[in-house]
């Protein structure tokens, strides 16, 4: 049957096959071996308390990792996300130790988020500097802004409502943040998959000179997705801040690590132009089953980042290794092809 008189929903669920017969079809199994250990090793891993508590401990990153996602496909990288949480959450707390209503503190919050990606965004598309040279002055930049707004204090006893936002939940037994995750997730599988300026996304991070010679508005495409990227990094920082009930300067510290892995490792490709947020929800659920997995087994949080740094290491190198295989068996098969056709 021809592709335009597919059935409603075949082009999807083709689609949805075609992955799982490839990278992510290799994430659903070892996410499937790590459930199945972890359930092994304790009864509770199961339970409904678990699998909230699993995604509630690292929802923040897992939010800012939708967006990395778009980053990373634009063949870009932004450094940066875990600073602006801290210094989106710094602020709100700087300006709630000076009297500031908390609502007015929170609207601070997000526009230190949209400034600070607008500045990113500025001189990686238009004056066409290096994004990981930029990101990593502004990872410097903003966290030492937060560590100058709070220095050492720790500020907290937030209003009541706030603190309940991050620590009670809202609906059923989801919290606000794992709702926004949810509703974000399906919002950024609709851009990125099936919409126009999701195809952009992937045309420039291929390549953007092809790309403006075709007409696509690559310096606005990126303005946005650095600027959507300080701003859910800055909502990211403010719902972290309200599950904590209080800010410190390093707040979010090094969160950059595991946000960063979990898109690699969903088989977006470090050099751009090829991913999907199907596979990165894979390497999201892996990520966080194998951290709930090692702290059930006791394991510390050195050893734990140090497992999350070899996965991003294996990310990177596994796709290049699976992709020299395929270039090896192709010259064997058309050199066969050659022997026997002579």
């Not at 592709?3 to 199994?29: D, H, Y």
């Not at 090692?294 to 070899?310: F, K, R």
Request: charged letters at 10%.
């Amino acid at each position: 049957m021809p592709r335009s008189q597919a059935p409603p929903g075949r082009g999807i669920l083709s689609g949805i096959w075609e992955r799982l017969k490839c990278w992510e079809g290799l994430l659903l199994v070892l996410l499937i071996v790590i459930v199945v250990v972890n359930a092994n090793q304790t009864p509770a891993y199961l339970s409904i308390g678990n699998q909230i508590n699993l995604f509630q401990l690292s929802i923040e990153k897992i939010i800012v990792a939708l967006v990395m996602t778009f980053i990373i496909i634009n063949a870009e990288i932004d450094l940066s996300v875990a600073s602006m949480m801290g210094l989106s959450a710094c602020v709100l707390a700087w300006l709630f130790g000076r009297g500031v209503p908390i609502p007015i503190c929170l609207l601070a919050g997000l526009l230190i988020g949209v400034l600070g990606g607008l500045f990113n965004g500025f001189w990686i598309a238009f004056v066409e500097l290096s994004s990981l040279v930029v990101t990593l002055a502004t990872l410097i930049m903003y966290r030492g802004l937060a560590r100058v707004l709070l220095e050492d204090r720790s500020i907290g006893n937030f209003s009541e409502w706030f603190d309940a936002l991050g620590q009670k939940a809202l609906i059923g037994p989801f919290p606000l943040a794992m709702l926004l995750f949810f509703v974000l997730l399906v919002l950024a599988i609709v851009i990125l998959q099936y919409s126009a300026f999701g195809r952009y996304v992937f045309v420039i991070g291929n390549n953007k000179d092809v790309a403006r010679y075709s007409g696509v508005r690559v310096r606005r495409v990126k303005m946005l997705l650095f600027t959507a990227s300080g701003t859910i990094a800055a909502l990211a920082g403010l719902l972290f801040a309200a599950r904590l009930g209080a800010v410190r300067g390093d707040l979010a510290n090094g969160f950059e690590l595991d946000i960063i892995t979990m898109v690699l490792l969903g088989g977006v490709s470090i050099s751009g132009g090829s991913g999907s947020l199907y596979g990165v929800l894979l390497s999201i659920l892996i990520v966080l089953n194998l951290r709930n997995g090692m702290s059930l087994a006791n394991i510390t949080g050195h050893v734990q980042t140090g497992v999350i740094g070899i996965l991003l290491i294996l990310s990177v190198l596994a796709p290049n290794l699976a992709e020299q295989a395929r270039t090896i068996l192709d010259r064997r098969r058309m050199s066969q092809a050659q022997d026997t056709a002579a």
